[in-house]
């Protein structure tokens, strides 16, 4: 089973930035990251396509964050630019298992997820 671990959380005022790293301990084909905020449900910020290129992102979050991968690393990230309060939760990276043709926006798509990092964005 693959494990994952997430960096790069914190507190940063509104309108900053972060970067958030997601390190594999094997290979894994498409990665995504999705978000907790107390009392909501788990919602799916960006995945990548475990062959490159092929991202897709959440209505919340487009034009503001870039999710990457450098395979050689078994690393995933996310860049946040233009934080908002609302992006304030608990982000969690997630792996596939399996190949696809695309990678999925459910958090059902993946098999196994790293323990979470906590962002928090002050106004």
């Known amino acids: 089973q693959v494990q994952l671990v997430e960096s790069g959380g914190g507190l940063v005022q509104a309108g900053g930035s972060l970067r958030l790293s997601c390190v594999a301990s094997?290979?894994?084909?498409?990665m995504g990251w999705f978000r907790q905020a107390p009392g909501k449900e788990r919602e799916f910020v960006a995945c990548?396509?475990?062959?490159?290129?092929?991202?897709y992102y959440g209505d919340s979050v487009k034009g503001r964050f870039t999710i990457s991968r450098d395979n050689a690393k078994n690393t995933v990230y996310l860049q946040m630019n233009s934080l908002k309060p609302e992006d304030t939760a608990v982000y969690y990276c997630?792996?596939?298992?399996?190949?696809?043709?695309?990678?999925?926006?459910?958090?059902?798509?993946?098999?196994?997820w790293g323990q979470g990092t906590q962002v928090t964005v002050s106004s």
């Open positions: 990548i396509w475990w062959l490159g290129g092929s991202t």
């Open positions: 997630a792996a596939q298992n399996t190949p696809t043709n695309t990678c999925g926006t459910s958090m059902y798509s993946y098999g196994a």
């Open positions: 094997v290979g894994t084909y498409d």
